[in-house]
């Protein structure tokens, strides 16, 4: 049976890959941070009870800044592979909290592939560390592949440049099997609920239910190559089966701006959404009855902003047979519907007499 180490196993990726891996028959094993409330939701499904001989997933406390916990971990569980999808992975909070991000995005990176050093595990441990199209940044080419240059363009997307070069000169320098996913951006009903895509689809989804009057956007004319994690993890397994360690786009070869996600998610709710208006003053509305649906807020604008993705996925076709399934309609839908059942539970236990807190929805 192999064995996995899955940091952030918590997230959205981690709780798709776990599933993922357990299918195959892996033990994994999960890196969880400690929390003062339960942060285990994505993945108690696949969690049995410690004292259960048959269990195939174990959780295990840790942080990408304790070196000293990456080391005990690794002895103890001697991984096959290792994931690490840990990071504080929101781009507008990284401006918010750079050296924090540094430090987990970047030197966790590091923290790891030292670990598998000093253990001896270079030969027997493989290592895929979760990077991003956001390294692309600034748009140098058209459409982004291995080979277009990087121009960070936030302290998340220079934190994972680190993460990545170093993941690069440790293959190099000791013959660690490391690999880098570049992934682009991959959303799902799991996603979590400041990230644009889940701020729409939830949004919708409580406007169309009467739970919500308005949706606050920044920057509509952003375009993000969108694709469904559960196809994208997938492609993280696939890096480590091959006979030697390289780098990956993993993209869907699309891109739509925020402005279309927001209006094919209406159209999910029967509200065919019109926009007025330009620049901060634009605002979308349901023709039907004027109602103003959609405001700009600048409180979420980008000191610098990634205005385009769209990556070429040519390579990983090519050379681990990767495709994705999920089409931008299909996985607008899926969003859109498991957020309108999320709410009608919440008008159940409301009409129940049940108090429903109100959902924070002023967050970046
Ligand atoms: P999430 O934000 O959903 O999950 C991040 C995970 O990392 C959570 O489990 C979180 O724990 C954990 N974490 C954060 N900081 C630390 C730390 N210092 N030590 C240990 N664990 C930590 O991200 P996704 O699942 O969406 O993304 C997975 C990875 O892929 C990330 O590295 C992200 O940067 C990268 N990525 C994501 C893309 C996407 O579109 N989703 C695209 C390209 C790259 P907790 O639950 O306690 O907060
Ligand atoms: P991104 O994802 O920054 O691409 O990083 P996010 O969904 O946060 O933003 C996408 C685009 O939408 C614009 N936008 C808004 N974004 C948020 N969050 N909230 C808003 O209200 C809003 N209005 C407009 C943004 O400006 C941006 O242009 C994600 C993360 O998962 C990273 O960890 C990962 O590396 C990259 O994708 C690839």
Partial sequence: MKKALITG???????YLSKFLLDKGYEVHGMKRRSSLFNTGRIDHLFRDPHDEKRGLILHYGDLTDSSNIVRLLQEIKPDEIYNLAAQSHVKVSFETPEYTANGDGLGVLRILEAIRILGLEKTTRFYQA??????????EIPQRETTPFYPRSPYAAAKLYGYWITVNYREAYGIYGCNGILFNHESSLRGETFVTRKITRAVARISLGLQDKLYLGNMDAKRDWGHARDYVEAMWLMLQQEKPDDFVIATGETHSVREFVELAFKEVGIPIEWRGTGVDEFGFDPSTGKVLVEID???FRPT?????????????ELLG????VTFPELVKEMVSHDLDLFKKDILCRDAGYQVCPSIEDLS
Avoid: M
């Avoid at 902003?305 to 076709?317: F, I, W, Y």
């Fill in 298 to 300: 600048p409180r979420y």
């Fill in 322 to 325: 990767w495709e994705r399934r």
């Fill in 131 to 140: 990077s991003t199209s956001e390294l692309f940044g600034k748009v140098q």
């Fill in 305 to 317: 902003e990634v205005e385009l993705l769209l990556g070429d996925p040519t390579k990983a076709k």
């Fill in 9 to 15: 196993i918590t997230g959205q990726d981690g709780a």
